[in-house]
């Protein structure tokens, strides 16, 4: 006979997720990547509920179009910030996601027509702001922005983010170096042509602000600030949600080996929906086989992520919905 996956399961943790939070008391920015319903909106809410139960000022915040923290709650919290009921410092907020992306163009369309003036073009700025905005990394990169203004307004001790910014900030920091250089090179060529005119002019007198200048340094500051966050191991750390199944699996292997490429610090794999072996006693042979399924699979996340493991929850018998609902799950990782 082999190991009961309650026991597997109790050997996979090293550092737990309570250890592993006690052990960073810096941390401010959590975030949980995974295929979509691992539940990873689940271990966001019991995250934020327990950072918030040990006094710290928390925001659970979702970025993701496809929001469920009202649901996950059982409150309404879109379009600002607002307190949870029933639990102290805690507020959660679903950014209206197409609020931003709208306000998002509009910056850009303004953007563009003050460079089409400057540049004496006589084109319509629609047809670039169409360019700029119709395809799909542009969404992405609004949310991204989103994101990274709440980070920097600076007004809760943690924030948990409740997202899929797993391969967008992948994309996005990567992106980063590029704009950098671009940025950099930019910014180059306008101080010469800056300096030509001033030292052509007769007056002497300097060039008034020039707002697509300030846009880019702005732009290049917001980039190595937000750069800075998302790789300090002592202030963020990705969470990683899979279940003990193949597809799963493979998603974070590859989200991990990406993240730590990139210097993102990975906070570990928490493993959910693992059913408790007793279940098996009486049960039909597909729960047993299951059973036995997951098992294999706990031995395979013991070897591929080892000492990465924080948690392993079980299947509850139902869904996870308001907060007694969240603070009772929460036993299973907190205690
Ligand atoms: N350990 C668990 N036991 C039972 N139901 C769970 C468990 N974890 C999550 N769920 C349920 O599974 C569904 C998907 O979870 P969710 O957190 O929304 O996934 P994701 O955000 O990764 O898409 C939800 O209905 C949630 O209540
Ligand atoms: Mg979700």
Known sequence: MTMTSDAKAASLVETSMVDFVAGHPGLRYVFFGGKGGVGKTVMAGMNAVHLAQAGKRTLLASTNPV?????????????????????????????????????????????????????????????????ATMNPAFEESAMFENMV???FKDE???????????????????????????????????????????????????????????????????????????????RTAFFFVTLPEALPIAVIRRFIDWFTDFGIPVGGVVVNMVIRPEAGEAAPDFV????????????????????????????????????ESITRASGAIFG
């Open 67 to 131: 929001h469920s923290l009202s649901g996950l709650l059982d409150q309404d919290v879109f379009g600002k910030p607002t307190a949870v009921t029933g639990v102290g410092n805690l507020w959660a907020y679903e950014i209206d996601t197409h609020d931003a992306i709208e306000r998002s163009k509009r910056e850009i369309r303004e953007k563009i027509q003050w460079f089409l003036k400057f540049a004496e073009i006589s084109t319509k700025a629609d047809e670039f702001v169409d360019a």
């Open 149 to 151: 203004d709440l980070m």
């Open 156 to 234: 809760y001790d943690v924030y948990v983010f409740d997202t899929a910014p797993t391969a967008n900030a992948r994309r996005l920091l990567g992106m980063s170096k590029v704009y950098g250089l671009w940025v950099e090179k930019m910014l180059k060529s306008r101080e010469e042509a800056q300096s030509l005119r001033e030292a052509l002019s007769f007056t002497r007198k300097k060039e008034e602000e020039d707002p697509l200048m300030l846009y880019l340094v702005d732009f290049r500051e917001r980039i190595r600030h937000a750069h800075e966050l998302l790789t300090d191991p002592e």
């Open 288 to 323: 047993r086989n299951r059973i036995e399924m997951q098992s294999g699979y706990l031995d395979e996340i013991g070897e591929r992520f080892p000492g990465q493991v924080r948690a392993v929850v079980p299947l509850f018998d139902s869904d996870i919905r308001g907060v």
